[in-house]
């Protein structure tokens, strides 16, 4: 279990750097196939193929801002299965 609450900290981390250093390729990296979309006021929806979308998603923020704080106030691991509570502040 710690293993995998390191390797989501290791990914937001990777998320977070690629966003302010304008890598689209790095923040795409962190997605993979079984992904799920949990934003806020959005319907939830598994990543499958689901690279377009993220493209215009981070067009559209980073005409709005540049620089993303990460916060993670906690992770959870059910069996297969993660997700991290917390917040993407963006400057």
Same mark, same amino acid.
């Given at each position: %279990?710690?293993?995998?609450?390191?390797?989501?900290?290791?990914?937001?981390?990777?998320?977070?750097?690629?966003?302010?250093?304008?890598?689209?390729?790095? !923040?795409?990296?962190?997605?993979?196939?079984?992904? !799920?979309? %949990?934003?806020?006021?959005?319907?939830?929806?598994?990543?499958?193929?689901?690279?377009?979308? %993220?493209?215009?998603?981070?067009?559209?923020?980073?005409?709005?801002?540049?620089?993303?704080?990460?916060?993670?106030?906690?992770?959870?691991?059910?069996?297969?299965?993660?997700?991290?509570f917390?917040?993407?502040?963006s400057?």
């Open positions: %279990m710690a293993d995998d609450v390191y390797l989501i900290n290791k990914a937001k981390t990777e998320f977070r750097e690629g966003y302010n250093d304008g890598k689209r390729r790095e !923040v795409l990296s962190v997605f993979d196939n079984s992904s !799920v979309d %949990m934003s806020q006021g959005g319907a939830h929806r598994i990543w499958r193929g689901r690279t377009g979308r %993220m493209r215009q998603r981070l067009a559209a923020l980073w005409e709005y801002s540049r620089q993303n704080g990460t916060i993670v106030i906690d992770v959870i691991v059910n069996d297969s299965s993660a997700y991290d917390g917040w993407h502040e400057r």
